[in-house]
């Protein structure tokens, strides 16, 4: 889940601020105007964790994504065999999430890969510890929550999305629906590529808690490396699987993810100037990307990416600056 701040300035504050920004009982969501006049298009929004005040004429709120109240929820018994895994996902936060206090609309695709899986209250598992598990195998579910505009009463509402892939690709030898350009809309980027303990390894073991002096782990997964030396790595993806396979199916997503080292590339463009988030792209469809190339005179526009960096890439994060001018962030 994510997180931010925001400052409520109490003078010009609408009236009913205290309740609209208790702690624990409401959510702020960011929207954009639609283009046509229609409902405001939320982008994020967040619960409100905290509150300060002080002699100020300010009020300080620390906000976060709806997956974080997944952390507050918490797993009872159950078993689900021979189960698709989206089908885990929705029982899960129907059973032990929507009990009418709070309620997330579930979207599903599809049943997903057959799972089996077994939850004990006794385990003190949250929904989010066991959501983040169940992604965390080789092919397993992808889940984030956005938010819908309701008219009636006039409100947005929380969706949790699962699906095999979050976003979409462009159609084979089409290009993406978005691309940014530098020159152009991107006046920033990074790219950051990061073999550090934790982001790069091609030898990897995932482990569980020894029962009576014998630990459950995977076989060793390793990837042939030319060009680095043997880097290991060793993990817990939870504290309660006794199933080898599902350990190595761990271990099997982790390797795809660490062989290569962590890569990442972060653009900064201006809000007005750059493909619209929420319309033109979303979170977790592939976006193209251009920065430099050769000038008329064969001369690299920007040193640090000789003859340009273009390609495609999925955007599985954003961050956007609301301070003047507003930026988006695709990552």
Same mark, same amino acid.
Do not use: C
């Given at each position: 889940?994510?997180?931010?701040?925001?400052?409520?300035?109490?003078?010009?504050?609408?009236?009913?601020?205290?309740?609209?920004?208790?702690?624990?009982?409401?959510?702020?969501?960011?929207?954009?105007?639609?283009?046509?006049?229609?409902?405001?298009?939320?982008?994020?929004?967040?619960?409100?964790?905290?509150?300060?005040?002080?002699?100020?004429?300010?009020?300080?709120?620390?906000?976060?994504?709806?997956?974080?109240?997944?952390?507050?929820?918490?797993?009872?018994?159950?078993?689900?065999?021979?189960?698709?895994?989206?089908?885990?996902?929705?029982?899960?936060?129907?059973?032990?999430?929507?009990?009418?206090?709070?309620?997330?609309?579930?979207?599903?695709?599809?049943?997903?890969?057959?799972?089996?899986?077994?939850?004990?209250?006794?385990?003190?598992?949250?929904?989010?510890?066991?959501?983040?598990?169940?992604?965390?195998?080789?092919?397993?579910?992808?889940?984030?929550?956005?938010?819908?505009?309701?008219? &009636?009463? $006039? +409100?947005? !509402?929380?969706?949790?999305?699962? =699906?095999?892939?979050?976003?979409?690709?462009?159609? /084979?030898? %089409?290009?993406?629906?978005?691309?940014?350009?530098?020159?152009?809309?991107?006046?920033?980027?990074?790219?950051?590529?990061?073999?550090?303990?934790?982001?790069?390894?091609?030898?990897?073991?995932?482990?569980?808690?020894?029962?009576?002096?014998?630990?459950?782990?995977?076989?060793?997964?390793?990837?042939? &490396?030319? $060009? +680095?030396? !043997?880097?290991?790595?060793?993990? =817990?993806?939870?504290?309660?699987?006794?199933?080898? /396979?599902? %350990?190595?199916?761990?271990?099997?997503?982790?390797?795809?993810?660490?062989?290569?080292?962590?890569?990442?590339?972060?653009?900064?463009?201006?809000?007005?100037?750059?493909?619209?988030?929420?319309?033109?792209?979303?979170?977790?469809?592939?976006?193209?990307?251009?920065?430099?190339?050769?000038?008329?005179?064969?001369?690299?526009?920007?040193?640090?990416?000789?003859?340009?960096?273009?390609?495609?890439?999925?955007?599985?994060?954003?961050?956007?600056?609301?301070?003047?001018?507003?930026?988006?962030?695709?990552?």
């Amino acid at each position: 889940y994510s997180s931010a701040t925001a400052t409520l300035p109490v003078p010009t504050a609408p009236e009913g601020w205290e309740r609209a920004t208790l702690p624990g009982a409401v959510a702020l969501v960011l929207t954009d105007d639609a283009q046509d006049g229609t409902a405001p298009v939320p982008l994020w929004g967040g619960m409100v964790s905290r509150r300060v005040r002080d002699l100020g004429d300010t009020v300080s709120l620390s906000l976060a994504t709806l997956e974080a109240y997944f952390d507050r929820r918490f797993v009872g018994d159950v078993t689900y065999t021979a189960t698709g895994q989206h089908a885990i996902v929705e029982g899960v936060v129907e059973d032990f999430v929507n009990d009418g206090t709070v309620t997330f609309r579930v979207a599903v695709a599809a049943a997903g890969a057959v799972r089996d899986r077994t939850y004990l209250d006794a385990e003190d598992k949250t929904v989010y510890s066991v959501l983040t598990e169940l992604m965390g195998v080789d092919g397993g579910p992808e889940w984030v929550v956005t938010w819908e505009h309701q008219s &009636d009463s $006039e +409100r947005f !509402t929380p969706v949790l999305t699962t =699906a095999d892939r979050i976003g979409s690709s462009p159609i /084979a030898g %089409l290009a993406p629906a978005a691309t940014l350009e530098a020159p152009g809309a991107v006046v920033a980027a990074s790219f950051a590529e990061d073999y550090a303990a934790g982001k790069g390894a091609n030898d990897i073991m995932a482990t569980s808690t020894a029962t009576a002096d014998v630990r459950p782990q995977s076989p060793r997964q390793a990837s042939t &490396d030319g $060009e +680095r030396p !043997t880097f290991e790595h060793r993990f =817990a993806p939870s504290t309660s699987i006794t199933n080898v /396979a599902t %350990l190595t199916a761990h271990a099997q997503a982790a390797l795809a993810q660490m062989a290569s080292g962590s890569r990442s590339l972060s653009l900064t463009a201006v809000w007005d100037d750059a493909p619209r988030l929420g319309r033109d792209w979303f979170i977790g469809d592939d976006i193209g990307y251009v920065l430099g190339g050769l000038d008329s005179a064969g001369v690299d526009t920007v040193p640090a990416f000789p003859g340009g960096l273009s390609g495609v890439a999925r955007a599985w994060g954003w961050e956007i600056n609301l301070t003047e001018p507003v930026t988006i962030s695709p990552i």
